[in-house]
């Protein structure tokens, strides 16, 4: 929570806060961890669930092989 004196400066400089990101589910695939994050510069701005090796089960290669999900369960394609 940013005071009324940030915030009036905020507004007399043209600062925005960046807005809360959208909570996202992480799931490896390989070990079926779950783990929540926030969503990351560079993900498709409607995901709710990311599929992708978490680091104990990455491989090389693995990096790339990352799926992602709406709120519905449906693929996003990429
Ligand atoms: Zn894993």
Do not use: W
């Not at 400089?13 to 070990?31: F, H, L, Q, S």
């Not at 969503?39 to 498709?44: A, E, K, V």
């Not at 990311?50 to 709406?70: H, M, S, T, W």
């Amino acid at each position: 929570m940013r005071s009324p004196i940030a915030r009036l400066i905020d507004a007399a400089t043209g600062y925005k806060p960046t807005p809360a990101r959208e909570r996202v589910r992480i799931e490896c695939p390989t070990c079926g961890r779950r783990q929540f994050t926030q969503l990351q510069d560079g993900d498709p701005p409607h995901t709710r669930t990311v599929i992708a090796n978490c680091p104990d089960c990455c491989q090389a290669g693995d990096e790339d092989r990352v799926e992602f999900f709406d709120e519905k369960g449906k693929r996003i394609p990429q």
